[in-house]
Structures are given as structure tokens and as C-alpha cells.
């Protein structure tokens, strides 16, 4: 899509969300060998700043599918899961997923949950984290809601001892989490619509855009371009 549009010319650095096989590798490199499947992280750090220097590359300085596989990779650590969520279509994808129930925002109940991943970015979500949550209970905010939140009781964070975690990248957790969607059983492919050729990468976009998929990816197969 870049090389046609005139974005971009060969050699091209692919950007966000590529695999691939590696061919060959420069020699002392060590990681890696050729025939390795390997995945592209979406950040370069600089590994200078103080964010990087303490662990913590996702703040470095220089710089609906996200629930669905939430849903998916839950399923591996525990065997209950429900999936909270306003489309028919997404919710009977969850189930698929392996969700144990899947409902509307209004059924779930008020201290149901001992964790809550909150995927949708929606304010509405974030302000029922309070009720839906137990006492001691944690959740995780990956939706970035970038406005006010009518509704949020702060309170409930104290009177129930509440824990809230910020989730802006997952950069040093990309090997485990290719080994858990590789790993046998996972369904990965549930979250696939199709896959394209890369020639039809316009195609995909205009998919994406018009919202005319059963399921939330496209992928694009690179293979033509040898």
C-alpha cells in the first residue's frame, strides 16, 4: 500500500503489526537464525532515558480486536472468563473465544470480579469499573478514554481498596505473548476475517474502514513479494 501510494520506496522498514521468516543474518548475530519466525516490536526505544534505564521502555522519551484477545489469552490462566460488550457480533465471537458468559454492560452485576480489563476506550466502561469489581479487586485500563468520566466514584477506589493499572504497551512482553498465541489450542484464527495478497493491501484498508468484516483483522501475506 505505501510503495503504491508513493509513501514509501524500496528498501522499505515495515511499521506497525509485521512477521516474518528470517533469510540470512549479519555475522555475530546471535538471537536469531535463518528459517526463525519473528515478529516486529512497534516501538524503537533509545535505551537512554531514565523510563528505559529503569525497565520501563514503553514510556521512553524519544517516542475491538484488542478485547477479543484479551478474551482468548485469559481463557489460558483461568477457566472463567465473562466478556462484557454492546455488539451481538462481538459478543458472540467472545463466546467462540472461549467467554463463559457474554453480556451486556446492564446484566453485569455489582461485585462480580476480582479483575477487569477494560478494551472499549469507553467512558461509560471505565466509570462501572468501580461497582463490577470486588473488594481487593484490580483492573487493567488498555481503552484510552481521553475525556472526563461521568459517573466515576473515586471513593470505591479507597472504601474498596482498589487497584488501577495503565496499560500503554506490551514492548517487553512480546515473546511470551507470541508464545502464548503460537502455542497449541490458541484461536488465533478466530480473530482473522481473511487474509489478502499484498497486492490488495487497499483493499484491506477500505474493509477496515467500512466496517464490513465478521472479524476484527485482515491480514496481508508477504510471500508474492520474494
Not at 526463525?36 to 537512554?48: E, H, N, P, S
Not at 529503569?54 to 524519544?62: E, I, K
Not at 462480580?112 to 481487593?136: D, F, N, Q
Request: charged residues 20%; contains cysteine; glycine residues 10%.
Amino acid at each position: 500500500y505505501y510503495i503504491e501510494q508513493g509513501l514509501s520506496s524500496y528498501p522499505v522498514v515495515f511499521g506497525h503489526e509485521w512477521t516474518g521468516i528470517v533469510r540470512a543474518v549479519a555475522p555475530g548475530v546471535r538471537s536469531v537464525e535463518p528459517g526463525d519466525a519473528v515478529v516486529g516490536q512497534t516501538l524503537v526505544t533509545c535505551g537512554a532515558c531514565g523510563p528505559c534505564q529503569s525497565g520501563f521502555r514503553s514510556a521512553c522519551l524519544a517516542h475491538q480486536e484488542v478485547g477479543l484477545l484479551a478474551v482468548a489469552m485469559a481463557r489460558t490462566i483461568t477457566r472463567h472468563v465473562d466478556v462484557i460488550g454492546t455488539t451481538e457480533t462481538g459478543l458472540e465471537l467472545a463466546r467462540a473465544l472461549g467467554a463463559e458468559r457474554a453480556l451486556h454492560p446492564e446484566e453485569a452485576a455489582d461485585d462480580s470480579y476480582t479483575v477487569v480489563i477494560e478494551a472499549s476506550g469507553r467512558p461509560s466502561s471505565v466509570a462501572a469499573l468501580g461497582r463490577m469489581l470486588r473488594p481487593g479487586g484490580r483492573a487493567a485500563l488498555i481503552g484510552v478514554v481521553n475525556q472526563e468520566v461521568p459517573g466515576f466514584l473515586p471513593s470505591l477506589l479507597t472504601m474498596k481498596g482498589l487497584s488501577v493499572h495503565g496499560i500503554f504497551h506490551g514492548l517487553d512482553h512480546y515473546g511470551a505473548t507470541a508464545e502464548m498465541i503460537t502455542a497449541p489450542g490458541f484461536p488465533a484464527e478466530l480473530l482473522i476475517d481473511r487474509v489478502l495478497p499484498w497486492s490488495e493491501a487497499a483493499e484491506a484498508f477500505r474493509l477496515l474502514a467500512d466496517r464490513e468484516l465478521q472479524r476484527p483483522k485482515v491480514l496481508l501475506d508477504l510471500t508474492a513479494m520474494r
